[in-house]
């Protein structure tokens, strides 16, 4: 059974997982027992329908043999927890590759990308861009005979130029050869959302409804969470994103931005009768996970980082330190588990310099708030950092404590 193919088209969201394989475009490198790891927990996310809401891209297996037994070994351990898929060139070679590498395992996929434009069909096959369609019809046909129990699908290469039309019809050709899915992508991100809407809405019009389009959409102009939307806006329902939106040059829409928007605002994003899960995503799991590939890959979580970042859940200033909910869109620790943390900078006001004392085991009264307040905006003017670490604060506290003790004073 194509559990992703039933997904999308019951109108359920399919996430197509790419921080594995394209991510390794971003100069990363994950192991394959972190391949194993990651391709759990982000299944984990859906509990036991995993495989129906995540297609885990776990790597290229042309690229040599070590990368082969990492796709492979993903495919033999992950699965159950998602639907694995090996991706290849538009070669039988590279086909034959893909389908062994993954045969055996549960739900398998191959993903075989195939240039679409006039553009990259010279520049990838040298050929029409016609001819590279067709040979991607044939590569479906000769995939679906090497092992019918993988499903296999089309990635059209540079969509984004491509004709509509042209993409139309083979689409509909590949679908009708045993295509599960046909994504749309592009490829140098350099599509604005009215166009990539028009993309999917013409090729769609000129496909047929058997067709099941997806979305592969990168992010060069900071576009690649919009275009991502609208591609959702026009009907699709399988969209490839990846953790902290690593992927080749700027990367493509991020993961956890993604699942986070669907989960709180499918309504207005996907329409009012829209029913986008199996099993709605538990948010609480995204900080983790996110936190996880930025330590295997050395992609580092940034202070404004969305949804995951070192900034969420901190407060540094008054306002926000007293009336929260009117400086966030949602509560982290409910949503996410993120509990709020006071930080002390060269904004803090007497609250804030308060709030960390108490933490820190001191009781201040208005003249050493004062005093302190003082002493952290000098201190982070003087070196220069704006955040001033809990240990640095201490040691100050406690020495103008042994002070006041020594001067026989008692508040």
């Given at each position: ?65 070590q990368e082969f037994e990492a796709?492979?070994?993903?495919a033999m351990e992950a699965e ?83 004709d509509h039309a042209l993409m ?244």
């Open positions: 059974m194509n559990v992703v193919r039933e997904s999308a088209s019951a109108g359920r969201v399919v996430l197509f997982e790419e921080s594995a394989r394209d991510g390794a475009q971003a100069k990363t490198l994950m192991s394959p027992e972190f391949r194993v790891r990651l391709a759990r927990a982000t299944g984990r996310i859906f509990g036991s329908d995993g495989p129906r809401h995540v297609v885990f891209a776990a790597g290229f297996p042309a690229v040599c043999g796709v492979r070994r993903v159950g927890a998602v639907s694995v898929a090996a991706v290849c060139r538009g070669a039988r070679r590279d086909v034959e590759q893909a389908v062994a590498s993954v045969r055996g395992s549960r739900h398998a996929r191959v993903m075989i990308v195939v240039p679409a434009s006039e553009a990259m069909a010279q520049v990838m096959i040298h050929r029409t861009a016609a001819e590279a369609l067709q040979a991607g019809v044939d590569l479906v046909k000769e995939a679906r005979g090497l092992d019918d129990a993988v499903e296999v699908d089309v990635c059209l290469a540079d969509a984004s130029r491509a139309g019809h083979y689409t509909r050709a590949m679908t009708g050869a045993g295509a599960g899915l046909v994504v749309l992508a592009d490829t140098v991100g350099a599509q604005l959302p009215s166009a990539c809407g028009e993309m999917f809405t013409q090729v769609r019009a000129n496909a047929g409804g058997e067709v099941l389009l997806a979305s592969h959409l990168h992010n060069d102009l900071g576009l690649g969470l919009a275009n991502t939307l609208q591609a959702l806006a026009s009907g699709v329902r399988v969209v490839s994103a990846s953790w902290l939106g690593i992927a080749e040059r700027a990367g493509m829409v991020a993961t956890e931005q993604l699942l986070f928007l669907l989960a709180r605002h499918a309504d207005e994003l996907l329409g009012a009768d829209a029913a986008p899960w199996w099993t709605a995503p538990d948010l609480t799991l995204l900080p983790g996970i996110a936190q996880m590939v930025a330590d295997e890959t050395g992609v580092r979580l940034g202070v404004t980082t969305p949804i995951v970042g070192t900034g969420v859940g901190t407060i540094s200033t008054g306002t926000p330190f007293v009336h929260p909910q009117l400086f966030q869109p949602f509560d982290p620790q409910e949503v996410l588990g993120i509990p709020p943390h006071v930080v002390l900078t060269q904004l803090a006001s007497a609250r804030v310099v308060t709030a960390v004392a108490t933490r820190l085991g001191h009781t201040l009264d208005p003249d050493r708030t004062r005093a302190a307040m003082r002493w952290v905006k000098n201190r982070a003017y003087r070196t220069g950092h704006a955040v001033v670490d809990d240990a640095a604060f201490a040691g100050y506290l406690d020495g103008l404590t042994h002070h006041a003790s020594g001067s026989g004073s008692t508040r």
